[in-house]
Every structure is written in structure tokens, then in C-alpha cells.
């Protein structure tokens, strides 16, 4: 059974930082892109940052200059630093990947439970 476990979360300041990370464990044979998505209450979900297992990055515009998204493949992890925080970055952050499987040798998608970011003053 494949898990995608997010932590770091929580409540700061604006101008503040935090250390998102997603640690995927189980039966794993490779893990492929790793990415975060948010959503905030009453929006729909978008990808903030996206890692390939080679460690190229993409970035959603709000994002660039203040995210970084970083991964440890001996560890399944991704990280996502988040510095500058603002208000509109609240939100429950989501860690996804693609992956393969020892058991099954093909590709799925899973997706974390999510962890909250609250931003505010």
C-alpha cells in the first residue's frame, strides 16, 4: 500500500516562511514527477510546483521567486519552502506523484491527505 504523507504545515505571519514535505512510502519501485497543489476555501485546486526525478521544476506564476520545490529520491521525499508567505497563499497544500509500484510494475497516481497553510496576521 503506497502512502503520500505531507507535514509541515501551519499558521504564520505574512512575510513568514514554512517547510512543506511529502514523504511517499510502500512497496515503491521509482518515483516519477512529484508535485504540490493547493486549494483555497471555495476555489478550485491548482499545481503550484511540479519536480521531475531528474530535478527540473515548474512554478504557477504566483509562486516564482518565493517557492522552491526540492526532492531526496533515496528518500521518496519532495519539499516545498515557502518564504514571503502572503495571505492568498492560504490554503490546504497537496502533495501528488506518479509512481511505480513493485507489486503491480505500472504507473498510478496518488495523492496525499493534505496539510493546512494558514497565513495571516
Known amino acids: 500500500q503506497v502512502q503520500l504523507v505531507e507535514s509541515g504545515g501551519g499558521l504564520v505571519q505574512p512575510g513568514g516562511s514554512l517547510r512543506l514535505s511529502c514523504a511517499a512510502s510502500g512497496n515503491i519501485f521509482i518515483v516519477y514527477d512529484m508535485r504540490w497543489y493547493r486549494q483555497a476555501p471555495g476555489k478550485q485546486r491548482e499545481s503550484v510546483a511540479t519536480i521531475s526525478s531528474d530535478g527540473s521544476t515548474n512554478y504557477v506564476d504566483s509562486v516564482k521567486g518565493r517557492f522552491t520545490i526540492s526532492r531526496d529520491n533515496a528518500k521518496n521525499t519532495a519539499y516545498l519552502q515557502m518564504n514571503s508567505l502572503k495571505p492568498e497563499d492560504t490554503a490546504v497544500y497537496y502533495c501528488?506523484?506518479?509512481?511505480?509500484?513493485?507489486?503491480?510494475?505500472?504507473?498510478?497516481?496518488?495523492w496525499g491527505q493534505g496539510t493546512q497553510v494558514t497565513v495571516s496576521s
Open positions: 501528488n506523484a506518479d509512481l511505480i509500484t513493485r507489486t503491480t510494475m505500472r504507473t498510478y497516481n496518488y
